[in-house]
């Protein structure tokens, strides 16, 4: 009985993780511009590797592989997201630009930058 209920744990969290990531997939391929691309791959992206790789330590039924695997797991939430931001902010101060059905660019100034 147990070992059905692991098996069907990892079966759901590979399944989750799985359409996160083709989401991602979907949003690289589809979204107009390197923002809003960065955000698919950042948000979706890293939830679905983050899913999947806890599935893996399901999978183990080890409570030392299962401790790393939610270690890596914290590592993908905590750091994608700030490595995004930070592309995406040397991105706009370079100059690179957004695309033509954005609706507003919150960064942007006139003044020039010192």
Do not use: C, Q, W
Request: net charge neutral; no cysteine; hydrophobic share 55%.
């Amino acid at each position: 009985m147990m070992d059905l209920v692991l098996a069907l744990a990892t079966a759901l969290l590979i399944l989750v993780g799985t359409v996160f990531t083709f989401a991602a997939a979907i949003g690289i391929n589809r979204f107009p511009d390197l923002y809003t691309r960065m955000h698919a791959a950042s948000k979706a992206g890293t939830v679905g590797s983050a899913l999947m790789l806890v599935a893996v330590g399901v999978h183990a039924a080890d409570l030392a592989i299962l401790a790393r695997s939610f270690a890596g797991f914290f590592f993908f939430v905590l750091t994608a997201p700030v490595s995004a931001h930070l592309l995406a902010k040397a991105a706009h101060d370079s100059g690179y630009p957004l695309s033509d059905i954005s609706v507003l660019d919150e960064k942007k100034t006139d003044e020039p930058r010192i």
